[in-house]
Structure formats: structure tokens, C-alpha cells
């Protein structure tokens, strides 16, 4: 027997920390993803892993395999290869970890094991608001809100045409370690207020404010959580000044690169160059981000 899944990964437009402390927070499937096959074989007494597309360290092998043995409990032994396609970048603010989680749960136990499927996620990445949880396992755009069913979006959030992501690299810090390091700092009045800001970013997007205004100042939250590192706030500083906006999607870093940026412009050819000039890879969304 021969099984298939895929899981997209995300990308938050607004939320990232504030939805952890009951914020809101908007997510979208992201156009790239994992797609997971299981070919089943009873004369194996194992299962073989196989990674295909971008491939991660040791750490990721033993993740990967955490996934299963996990999955595993109060099952026969899982039997045959097991051959994982990613496309997402990697601790890069696209979901890659959850994706992987929902993409296996779905290859290995079904399509419709939802709570397991989180049971694993909450084992492996704890901790975690649910937002990723919610928007890959839903594949569309969301409103969260941390102990609350998600709500599905119709209405547009980001168009695709005027938004780029910006490849900035891998953090040195882990989405766990930096969630830490926010929780520390929760009771500091300003924290308290970025947070605030951040959730409020969430509703006047809904509204249809101006994006361009409102990531500038969640952008600004974001750094004052300390989670952009002041090479990234120099290079959106100068998509600004273009007429753009920019802010990182995902957890951010400290130090290191910070993952992948979110940046809007009416057009996103002009803000090229700054890109380039900083080394960093240009990603344009598709349609796909949209219904």
C-alpha cells in the first residue's frame, strides 16, 4: 500500500509572540510545504527514512524519527520507507517543524487524526501558541486566538502581487529559546505594551487599514521584543524609505540571521536592490497564499 500527505508551511502576517499571551494573531498557508509518501512492506520489521529536497542535519533525523516513534505508541510497528519532499527552508519562520509533524502524522496514522497529531506537536515543540498547529492543519488563512477555534478567512489579507519574502537566514537561537526569552521579559512595561501593540496590529488588518502602516509599527513591537537583529531592522529601515514595510514572519532571532522577513511594496521590484546589497534571497509569494 502507498500513502501520500502534504502539509503546507505558513507564514504570519500578524501575531508572532503576542498570540502566545492571548493575542491575535492572522495566518496563511504558505505556497511551499512537505509532502510525505509511506510505501507500506510487511517483510520489513523497520522503517526506512529517506529525505528528498532540502534535507536538515542530524538534529532533523532524530526529530523526524521523534515524529515516529511517537506515532508509533499503542501501534504495530510502522513497516516500509518512509520518504519525506521537503521544499520549506528550515528554522527559517516557515513552519517547517509543524509541517513535518502534521505531514507525517498524516502518511503514518491518517488524514483525519487531528488530536494525535497535536498530541505529537505538543510533545515536540512546547510550549507553541497553537497558530502553527492551527493554519498548516487547516491549509487556508486564519484568525487566531490562543484556546479559541480558529476562524477561517475569506476575505483577501495579503496580496501576493505586492509582498516578497526575504530569506535572511537561519537564527542562532531556537523558536523555543526565543518564546523563553519574551515570557522572561513579559512583566517589563514595555514588552507589556509591544505585545498589546502586536495584537492590535492583528485587528486593524482585519479592518482593512493600510498594511504598509501597520507593519511598520508591528515590525517595531517585534524589535522592541528583541527578536530582530539590527543588521535585519537596517535593511527594512531602507524598504521604508522606499515606500514599502517590512517584519519578520516567524520567530525572529537574536542573534544570527532572522529567518524570513515579510516585506510590501506596490512594487517589489524597487526594494530588489536593497535585498541584493544585503546579501540576502528574494522569494515572491504566488496566488496560492490567497483563496
Same mark, same amino acid.
Given at each position: 500500500?502507498?500513502?501520500?500527505?502534504?502539509?503546507?508551511?505558513?507564514?504570519?502576517?500578524?501575531?508572532?509572540?503576542?498570540?502566545?499571551?492571548?493575542?491575535?494573531?492572522?495566518?496563511?498557508?504558505?505556497p511551499?510545504?512537505?509532502?510525505?509518501?509511506?510505501?507500506?512492506?510487511?517483510?520489513?520489521?523497520?522503517?526506512?527514512?529517506?529525505?528528498?529536497?532540502?534535507?536538515?542535519?542530524?538534529?532533523?533525523?532524530?526529530?523526524?524519527?521523534?515524529?515516529?516513534?511517537?506515532?508509533?505508541?499503542?501501534?504495530?510497528?510502522?513497516?516500509?520507507?518512509?520518504?519525506?519532499?521537503?521544499?520549506?527552508?528550515?528554522q527559517?519562520?516557515?513552519?517547517?517543524?509543524?509541517?513535518?509533524? @502534521? +505531514?507525517?502524522?498524516?502518511? !503514518?496514522? #491518517?488524514?483525519? /487524526?487531528?488530536?494525535? $497529531?497535536?498530541?505529537?506537536?505538543?510533545?515536540?515543540?512546547?510550549?507553541?501558541?497553537?497558530?502553527?498547529?492551527?493554519?498548516?492543519?487547516?491549509?487556508?488563512?486564519?484568525?487566531?486566538?490562543?484556546?479559541?477555534?480558529?476562524?477561517?478567512?475569506k476575505e483577501?489579507?495579503?496580496?501576493?502581487?505586492?509582498a516578497?519574502?526575504?530569506?535572511t537566514?537561519?537564527?542562532?537561537?531556537?523558536?523555543?529559546?526565543?518564546?523563553?526569552?519574551?515570557?522572561?521579559?513579559?512583566?517589563?512595561?514595555?514588552?507589556?505594551?509591544?505585545?498589546?501593540?502586536?495584537?492590535?496590529?492583528?485587528?486593524?488588518?482585519?479592518?482593512?487599514?493600510?498594511?504598509?502602516?501597520?507593519?511598520?509599527?508591528?515590525?517595531?513591537?517585534?524589535?522592541?521584543?528583541?527578536?530582530?537583529?539590527?543588521?535585519?531592522?537596517?535593511? @527594512? +529601515?531602507d524598504?521604508?524609505? !522606499?515606500? #514599502?514595510?517590512? /517584519?519578520?514572519?516567524? $520567530?525572529?532571532?537574536?542573534?544570527?540571521?532572522?529567518?524570513?522577513v515579510?516585506?510590501?511594496?506596490?512594487?517589489?521590484?524597487?526594494?530588489?536592490?536593497?535585498?541584493?546589497?544585503?546579501?540576502?534571497?528574494?522569494?515572491?509569494?504566488?496566488?496560492?497564499?490567497?483563496?
Amino acid at each position: 500500500m502507498r500513502h501520500t500527505s502534504f502539509a503546507p508551511g505558513k507564514i504570519i502576517v500578524s501575531g508572532e509572540y503576542a498570540v502566545v499571551f492571548g493575542e491575535p494573531g492572522l495566518a496563511l498557508p504558505a505556497p511551499l510545504g512537505i509532502r510525505a509518501t509511506f510505501v507500506e512492506d510487511a517483510k520489513k520489521d523497520h522503517l526506512d527514512i529517506k529525505w528528498l529536497g532540502i534535507k536538515g542535519n542530524a538534529e532533523w533525523d532524530l526529530y523526524l524519527r521523534r515524529i515516529t516513534g511517537l506515532l508509533e505508541q499503542g501501534r504495530s510497528p510502522f513497516r516500509g520507507t518512509l520518504t519525506v519532499m521537503n521544499q520549506l527552508p528550515l528554522q527559517k519562520g516557515l513552519g517547517s517543524s509543524t509541517a513535518l509533524v @502534521i +505531514a507525517v502524522s498524516r502518511v !503514518l496514522i #491518517g488524514k483525519g /487524526k487531528e488530536a494525535e $497529531a497535536l498530541a505529537v506537536e505538543n510533545e515536540l515543540n512546547t510550549g507553541h501558541s497553537g497558530i502553527d498547529f492551527a493554519v498548516i492543519w487547516q491549509s487556508c488563512p486564519i484568525y487566531f486566538r490562543k484556546g479559541q477555534t480558529p476562524i477561517p478567512l475569506k476575505e483577501k489579507i495579503l496580496d501576493p502581487r505586492h509582498a516578497v519574502l526575504i530569506d535572511t537566514g537561519k537564527p542562532k537561537e531556537t523558536t523555543p529559546e526565543l518564546v523563553a526569552m519574551v515570557k522572561e521579559k513579559a512583566d517589563d512595561p514595555r514588552i507589556r505594551q509591544a505585545i498589546k501593540t502586536i495584537g492590535q496590529c492583528t485587528e486593524r488588518l482585519r479592518k482593512g487599514e493600510d498594511s504598509r502602516t501597520v507593519f511598520r509599527d508591528h515590525h517595531r513591537a517585534q524589535a522592541a521584543l528583541g527578536v530582530v537583529p539590527k543588521a535585519i531592522q537596517t535593511m @527594512i +529601515a531602507d524598504i521604508e524609505r !522606499l515606500g #514599502g514595510a517590512a /517584519k519578520v514572519t516567524g $520567530a525572529g532571532g537574536k542573534t544570527g540571521g532572522g529567518g524570513m522577513v515579510l516585506a510590501i511594496h506596490k512594487n517589489p521590484d524597487l526594494i530588489t536592490p536593497v535585498v541584493r546589497r544585503n546579501g540576502y534571497a528574494l522569494l515572491p509569494l504566488s496566488a496560492a497564499l490567497n483563496p
